[in-house]
């Protein structure tokens, strides 16, 4: 055998044994399992045993003590119902007793010491509602019922007794039996005690019935203080004689006041219905006055808890909250501070009066004659503005009158003021709609009569100068189309409007605040405030006209001027020195008179520049056959024009302002397409292409007709204009995707690079004379 063999040989037999050993240990193994299986249920079931031999020691423990605790409850519930028992035979006494007692003291009217047995004698039987099935109990209970229904018929008729519904008033003072009576109605039925007090306030108002009826002549409103006064009187007589004798918490002297109120409410109602032809304006406003101030004295006496109950007693049905939308101001004898009080930080709100209108409330619908009237006033008012007008003339120039606002607008806020604090006080209601009417109409009428109405008209003429005479003319010797004092008028007028916007959008939001939540929607002065906007916007606009029209022959003779036999450049043209000269009258005098609404003069400098350069443009392309000489001078011109319009807002200021952004970006984008233009002209037109490409670059506008109208100024023939133009369709750039197509194009300016040698001469020599 060789050694490889006997190697194998030796591991095969290792591996054998091992094999074999690991199988008798397996054997072994689940023998020893089952092994320690059975002595573990073995130990599962001693632990059983042992649970259950606690179990049951315990079910004997609670059984041994249930048996020592019985004796101790049964002494318990015997202990509680004992006490129970003994309790309500003590209530069942203190009842029976009480009963008796209560029934024994009714016949005596000793009311003193029935207040508080009566109480108590309640306060037991309500231990015995759940006992009321015992005949005894409810015999008892009837017996109470039937005391107190004894006792409150007995009061009654004490009462009726003392103050008999005919006859005077019971002579002496207070009856102590009475007022002990009192307290036993505040323990009996609620019905019982209104019942006292109703008679009680009838009668005691009785007299004032007889005295103030309707057909006696103090019943009338001009009398109507001895109906203050008489409450007053008798007020005074109860506290004195009777203020003692009912309860503090019955408030009685606060019912007698508000009884006095409903009743007199009623018969000024009654009576103001009847003689309704007979209320005039003063007599109306007397009478109110009058309760008005009686009902803030009884808001200072008073703290109106009887509103909300008492027999007969309505809660006034006015909002408690203050009715004068100018509560705290004063009222200034010249409407300067019209602006100031409205602006001013709103004072501490005064309290709420419980007691508005509970009277005043009956007037409310006599208040028409209070409106009428206001409107005989305010049309009165508009005509004496509009004869004051007409005698005292449009302000004059150079005066502190000149462009300031109109005294009358001044004078018709005030007395609107004055006028809305009496509606105010008399209704938050439907007469403080009514009168905003009146006024709504009136403030139309003004901005049509005084403002609108004396807008200077403009002239139907249209003749201006001819081309000879601008040519020949000088500084200041012509005339703008309005006179300084018209310039003045329409600049007072816008100031005047702009006052009138801004205050009436004030008294707007007062009304709002002031007038009933679900009226406040129905207050719109909008229609008034569009009325005085379209008065600022004409003034502009005629303002803008004016200027317009003084500048329109100037323009109309550079259109005229033969520009193609200008032979050299010289200093800016006759035309310009007119236009110029033109804004130098007007502007300055704009300027000044709107010094306090300085946001319209920039408007109207806005609406000029966008009128006067368009304009202008349009007489460029009336000029025909330009030479490269009459390219220069317009261009020129319209760099001199250029800077004149930036210098607009300030021009014959000795204030030198920056003109607003919006208003320089308008003038460079007008002015720089002008001179663009004309740039064009100076190009050379060949060769074409080169043409058409600087146009489209310089003008970007693919507008065929404004490159026609570029090639009349050239002078081109109409055969080369024709080829021009197509070939101007062509060159045209394609519009970007998503876009109209329109011919507006948008391209950057020429830099100073592209720019010929010519056109740099031009601009060093613009600049030399600058």
Request: aromatic residues 8%.
């Given at each position: 055998?060789?050694?490889?063999?006997?190697?194998?040989?030796?591991?095969?037999?290792?591996?054998?044994?091992?094999?074999?050993?690991?199988?008798?240990?397996?054997?072994?193994?689940?023998?020893?399992?089952?092994?320690?299986?059975?002595?573990?249920?073995?130990?599962?079931?001693?632990?059983?045993?042992?649970?259950?031999?606690?179990?049951?020691?315990?079910?004997?423990?609670?059984?041994?003590?249930?048996?020592?605790?019985?004796?101790?409850?049964?002494?318990?519930?015997?202990?509680?119902?004992?006490?129970?028992?003994?309790?309500?035979?003590?209530?069942?006494?203190?009842?029976?007793?009480?009963?008796?007692?209560?029934?024994?003291?009714?016949?005596?009217?000793?009311?003193?010491?029935?207040?508080?047995?009566?109480?108590?004698?309640?306060?037991?039987?309500?231990?015995?509602?759940?006992?009321?099935?015992?005949?005894?109990?409810?015999?008892?209970?009837?017996?109470?019922?039937?005391?107190?229904?004894?006792?409150?018929?007995?009061?009654?008729?004490?009462?009726?007794?003392?103050?008999?519904?005919?006859?005077?008033?019971?002579?002496?003072?207070?009856?102590?039996?009475?007022?002990?009576?009192?307290?036993?109605?505040?323990?009996?039925?609620?019905?019982?005690?209104?019942?006292?007090?109703?008679?009680?306030?009838?009668?005691?108002?009785?007299?004032?019935?007889?005295?103030?009826?309707?057909?006696?002549?103090?019943?009338?409103?001009?009398?109507?203080?001895?109906?203050?006064?008489?409450?007053?009187?008798?007020?005074?007589?109860?506290?004195?004689?009777?203020?003692?004798?009912?309860?503090?918490?019955?408030?009685?002297?606060?019912?007698?006041?508000?009884?006095?109120?409903?009743?007199?409410?009623?018969?000024?109602?009654?009576?103001?219905?009847?003689?309704?032809?007979?209320?005039?304006?003063?007599?109306?406003?007397?009478?109110?006055?009058?309760?008005?101030?009686?009902?803030?004295?009884?808001?200072?006496?008073?703290?109106?808890?009887?509103?909300?109950?008492?027999?007969?007693?309505?809660k006034p049905e006015t909002p408690l909250e203050s009715t004068n939308p100018f509560l705290e101001d004063e009222i200034g004898e010249d409407g300067s501070e019209m602006e100031e009080d409205l602006d001013r930080p709103k004072k501490h709100k005064a309290p709420d009066n419980p007691f508005h209108g509970i009277i005043s409330k009956c007037f409310e619908s006599h208040l028409y004659v209070y409106i009428e009237s206001q409107d005989k006033n305010l049309g009165e008012m508009i005509d004496r503005f509009v004869s004051d007008f007409r005698a005292q003339g449009p302000p004059k120039a150079g005066t502190e009158d000149g462009g300031a606002v109109l005294p009358s607008c001044a004078d018709l806020f005030v007395y609107y003021k004055k006028c809305m604090v009496q509606c105010s006080q008399l209704s938050t209601g439907e007469p403080m709609i009514a009168f905003t009417t009146i006024f709504q109409k009136y403030l139309r009428e003004y901005a049509w009569k005084i403002l609108s109405g004396n807008l200077p008209k403009t002239s139907s003429n249209s003749g201006g100068l001819t081309i000879k005479s601008l040519l020949q003319e000088k500084e200041g010797s012509e005339a703008a189309k309005f006179t300084v004092e018209e310039l003045c008028l329409i600049c007072s007028i816008l100031s005047t409007a702009e006052y009138c916007l801004a205050t009436t959008q004030q008294l707007e939001e007062k009304l709002k605040e002031k007038v009933d939540k679900n009226l406040v929607e129905r207050i719109n002065l909008t229609g008034e405030m569009d009325t005085f906007s379209n008065v600022i916007s004409n003034s502009i606009q005629l303002l803008v006209q004016d200027l317009d029209a003084a500048c329109d022959p100037a323009l109309t003779a550079m259109s005229k001027m033969p520009w193609q036999s200008v032979e050299h450049v010289g200093d800016q043209s006759p035309y310009v020195t007119s236009v110029i000269m033109h804004i130098k009258q007007n502007v300055p005098i704009i300027r000044d008179n709107l010094a306090s609404t300085r946001k319209y003069f920039t408007q109207f400098c806005i609406k000029f520049t966008n009128s006067f350069i368009p304009k202008f443009i349009n007489h460029l392309f009336r000029c025909k056959t330009i030479s490269m000489v009459g390219a220069e001078q317009l261009l020129l011109d319209t760099h001199s024009l250029k800077t004149v319009l930036l210098d607009l807002p300030s021009i014959g200021s000795q204030v030198v302002r920056k003109a607003p952004a919006s208003y320089t970006k308008i003038v460079v984008k007008g002015m720089t397409r002008a001179e663009m233009i004309l740039k064009v002209v100076m190009a050379p037109h060949e060769p074409s292409v080169v043409f058409v490409d600087n146009y489209i670059k310089l003008l970007a506008d693919g507008n065929p007709e404004t490159f026609q109208k570029t090639l009349d100024m050239k002078g081109l023939k109409r055969s080369e204009q024709s080829s021009m133009l197509e070939l101007f369709r062509q060159r045209l750039p394609t519009p970007p995707s998503g876009t109209d197509g329109g011919p507006s194009l948008s391209f950057s300016t020429p830099t100073p690079e592209q720019e010929n040698s010519r056109i740099r001469k031009l601009e060093k020599l613009i600049k030399k004379r600058l």
């Open positions: 055998m060789s050694l490889t063999e006997c190697y194998l040989f030796c591991v095969f037999r290792c591996l054998d044994d091992n094999i074999r050993t690991v199988v008798r240990g397996q054997t072994n193994v689940g023998q020893d399992g089952r092994q320690a299986l059975e002595e573990a249920q073995v130990a599962i079931g001693q632990l059983f045993g042992k649970i259950k031999d606690i179990k049951d020691k315990a079910e004997k423990s609670e059984q041994m003590v249930k048996e020592i605790t019985r004796d101790i409850k049964q002494l318990d519930h015997a202990k509680r119902h004992l006490t129970t028992s003994i309790t309500t035979l003590n209530h069942l006494h203190m009842l029976a007793g009480g009963v008796d007692s209560l029934e024994a003291m009714t016949r005596k009217r000793q009311y003193g010491e029935v207040a508080n047995l009566l109480q108590g004698v309640v306060n037991v039987l309500e231990h015995f509602h759940k006992y009321m099935g015992i005949p005894q109990i409810r015999q008892l209970s009837e017996r109470v019922k039937v005391a107190q229904s004894e006792l409150g018929t007995q009061i009654l008729a004490d009462f009726e007794e003392a103050f008999p519904a005919q006859g005077s008033k019971r002579a002496g003072g207070p009856s102590n039996v009475l007022r002990d009576a009192c307290l036993v109605a505040n323990v009996l039925d609620p019905r019982i005690k209104q019942e006292i007090i109703k008679k009680f306030i009838r009668q005691h108002l009785s007299e004032y019935m007889v005295l103030f009826q309707e057909n006696q002549d103090v019943a009338w409103l001009d009398k109507i203080d001895r109906r203050y006064a008489w409450i007053k009187r008798q007020l005074v007589d109860y506290e004195e004689k009777y203020g003692r004798m009912f309860p503090e918490e019955w408030c009685m002297t606060e019912r007698i006041a508000v009884e006095f109120c409903h009743i007199t409410r009623t018969e000024l109602a009654k009576v103001m219905r009847t003689r309704a032809k007979e209320i005039e304006v003063k007599l109306l406003l007397f009478a109110i006055q009058r309760t008005t101030n009686f009902e803030g004295l009884l808001a200072k006496r008073f703290s109106g808890c009887t509103l909300t109950d008492g027999p007969g007693v309505k």
